[in-house]
Structure formats: structure tokens, C-alpha cells
């Protein structure tokens, strides 16, 4: 109930909303009786994501954005706020994975997570910040990860920019907190989501509705760090309280993700 209450009316710009966690976003928004603007890159998969959800017509709106183009994320927002009359929550959401040994991470690579996973988020929240303050409220959820919240191998381009929104979520939630904006950052650990392409998909994910159920909850009770499922937060408990249990386990991880580069003949 406190979902819908929260949400209820308000005006929400969801990024990544074609798929995955982004369009359970959208879906349970408009369930809880938001205004949604859904946006993704992937204009065909956005307007086939828009018609499932065709039941609220009324209240969506789509819009192809590239969240690395400023100038695209800028009149996403602006356009929405200002057809709307305003804009109540800026749900960061769009990202890349990056699961690969640090050796095959060129710069080209390095660059295109950067842009996605971090500046997509510094995009989106210069442009809403001055919207909000004009409102004199407004609610930014930025979509992290657990490899932000813990030190993962093989994944070091992906936790490095997940580490970073993490740290910005959190600077800005104090900055921001006497001007009645909220900042939430989402760390979820493994969610069923196209974000794992081809590759297998972990047996403990959960689905995208259920990891979508316990950020909202966390988002209206304005909780700061909203780290799941509850496997994931014990782990990240475990990293803070018992550091040599976590590194055995972390470095168990490593032995195993080695083992399974080299059998794929990913690396020799």
C-alpha cells in the first residue's frame, strides 16, 4: 500500500525501460497510478515494452534517448516535466554488464561503460536537479549494482563505475536532504534481465518483478542504500563485519571464474 501511495499521481521518467529491470520499473509504477516516461535506445523493443502495457495508455509516454548523449537526456527530461507541469522521480536505470578479464578491457571499452553506466546517471541528474528545486522537491533512484557495493574479479570496469554511482548517490542524498529531494541508489545482486545477453543466466537470480517490489519499497520509505535480494545483502554484510570469511569466498570466486574463461577458450 505504501507503494501506491507514494507513487500514486506522481510524474516518473524511467531510462532502460524496454527490458529487464527498467520495464518492471515502468509496469509497477503505472500499476501504482504514476505518469511514466518510459525511455530506452532500442526504439523497436520500446515500442513493442509500450504496447504491453497498453491497458495504460493514458499515462505512458515513450521516448528513444541514448542516455551517453546530454542533449537526448536533457529533453527527455525538460519535455517531460514541462508537458506534465512537473517531474516527481528521475529513475536512472540504464546500464551495461562488464564481465571480462581487466587484460581485455581496451580503452574503447573502458569509455563505453563509463559513458553508459556513469555518465548517463551525471546527465540525467544535472538535468533534473534544477527542475526539482524549482518544484522544491523530487525523488533521483539511481540503479547501481551489488559489484558496486563489492569487490568483484572480473568485473573490475563494471564495479568501478557501479562503485562510483553508489559513492554519488550518497554524497548527493546528504547535499540534497535539507531541500526536501530524496536520493536512493538501487544495488541489486542477480536479476533475470537481458543485461546477461547470451551468457547463462545465475540459477539464484530473481525475476525483474520481484527485484522491482523491493526497490519501490525502499524508494517510499526513502531509504538511502537499497541493496537485495537478501542473499546479497548478507554477503555485503559479510564484507563489512568478517573480511577474511569474505575473502575466501572472493577469492574462491575468482578460482572458479578463471576455470570458466579458460574452458571457453576465452582465455589461455
Excluded at 73 to 100: H, Q
Excluded at 130 to 149: C, D, E, F, K, Y
Aim: glycine share 8%.
Amino acid at each position: 500500500m505504501k507503494v501506491k501511495e507514494y507513487f500514486n499521481g506522481k510524474v516518473c521518467v524511467v531510462t532502460g525501460a524496454a527490458s529487464g529491470i527498467g520495464f518492471s520499473l515502468a509496469e509497477a509504477l503505472l500499476q501504482a497510478g504514476a505518469v511514466v516516461c518510459m525511455a530506452d535506445r532500442d526504439a523497436k523493443m520500446l515500442q513493442s515494452s509500450v504496447a504491453r502495457l497498453s491497458a495504460h495508455s493514458g499515462r505512458i509516454r515513450s521516448m528513444v534517448v541514448d542516455v551517453t548523449k546530454q542533449e537526448q537526456v536533457r529533453k527527455m527530461v525538460e519535455d517531460t516535466a514541462s508537458s506534465n507541469g512537473r517531474l516527481n522521480v528521475l529513475f536512472n536505470n540504464a546500464g551495461i554488464p562488464g564481465s571480462l578479464p581487466i587484460g581485455d578491457a581496451t580503452i574503447e571499452f573502458w569509455q563505453r561503460i563509463i559513458d553508459i553506466n556513469l555518465w548517463g546517471v551525471i546527465y540525467g541528474i544535472n538535468a533534473a536537479l534544477p527542475i526539482m528545486r524549482r518544484q522544491g522537491s523530487g525523488h533521483i533512484v539511481n540503479t547501481a549494482s551489488m559489484g558496486g557495493l563489492l569487490p568483484l574479479p572480473y568485473q573490475v570496469p563494471y564495479c568501478t563505475t557501479k562503485g562510483a554511482v553508489i559513492s554519488l548517490s550518497e554524497s548527493l542524498r546528504y547535499e540534497l536532504r535539507d531541500e526536501k529531494i530524496n536520493v536512493s541508489v538501487a544495488c541489486p545482486g542477480y536479476v533475470v534481465s537481458r543485461i546477461y545477453g547470451s551468457g547463462k543466466i545465475p540459477e539464484d537470480a530473481i525475476p525483474a518483478e520481484e527485484a522491482v517490489r523491493i526497490i519501490l519499497e525502499g524508494v517510499a520509505d526513502l531509504e538511502g542504500i537499497i541493496a537485495l535480494p537478501e542473499p546479497s545483502r548478507k554477503l555485503w554484510g559479510e564484507y563489512r563485519r568478517n573480511p577474511e570469511a569474505f575473502d575466501i569466498w572472493v577469492r574462491d570466486l575468482a578460482r572458479q571464474r578463471l576455470a570458466n574463461l579458460k574452458s571457453r577458450g576465452s582465455i589461455e
